[in-house]
């Protein structure tokens, strides 16, 4: 059976694991929307992409109209506590933005739901974690079949893993807990949403590992 076509919509376009999915698509031809706040809009990259949803994601119905027509939402909004400064909240960016995500896709349609979460939101300690697992159950309580990334600590970019996780990722049994590049997390996140599959999966440890082989990375 032929695959139907798929229509990506890229929910956290503008942060560095975004960028990457939509160099990444844009290259292959992928189709997608890019979802971009209102006040990102006129910056680079975003500026040169071409189809793009300009909304604020509290904004319900100019949401779910925007989305509407794609197949896959791709959640990659999240925060740090560096940037509580600025009003960024766990509550707002990781577990609100999926919420309203959440409820503009049972709008528009949407057959799929791929969440950016983190390792160790199986067993959440911490309000990081906690949060992160809040965001997995909005997701799994959707109605609409989904696929969880947890990756480890990221690399590339801004990002710098220390060396004791490097350390500990040789260990037996530790293998999953190696940190992963920014280029091989985007190509797991478009491989799995072009796919559609695995659903109702949580992709963590030697399970996104398989995935980042299977995907080319």
Not at 13 to 41: F, Y
Request: charged share 20%.
């Amino acid at each position: 059976m032929t695959q139907p076509s798929r229509l990506l919509f890229v929910a956290g376009a503008t942060g560095a694991t975004g960028r990457n999915v939509v160099k990444q698509a844009l290259a292959r031809d992928v189709p997608l929307i890019a979802h971009v706040r209102p006040k990102s809009a006129d910056t680079e990259p975003a500026k040169s992409w071409p189809r793009k949803a300009v909304v604020e994601l509290a904004r319900g119905e100019p949401l779910a109209e925007a989305m509407k027509g794609s197949t896959t939402v791709l959640q990659l909004i999240g925060t740090m506590r560096k940037r509580f400064a600025s009003g960024d909240t766990y509550e707002t960016s990781d577990i609100g933005t999926t919420r309203q995500l959440v409820e503009a896709a049972k709008q528009a349609g949407v057959d799929h739901l791929v969440l950016l979460s983190s390792v160790g939101a199986g067993r959440p300690v911490g309000a990081y974690l906690k949060a992160k697992a809040e965001a997995e159950r909005l997701v799994r309580e959707s109605g609409i079949p989904w696929t969880v990334v947890r990756p480890p600590a990221f690399e590339g970019e801004y990002h710098h893993p220390p060396a004791l996780l490097r350390m500990l990722a040789k260990l037996p049994l530790m293998g999953g807990l190696r940190p992963i590049h920014l280029d091989q997390l985007a190509a797991v996140l478009l491989h799995v949403a072009l796919k559609r599959a695995p659903l109702n999966t949580v992709l963590e440890g030697e399970s996104l590992w398989n995935e980042v082989a299977a995907s080319g990375a």
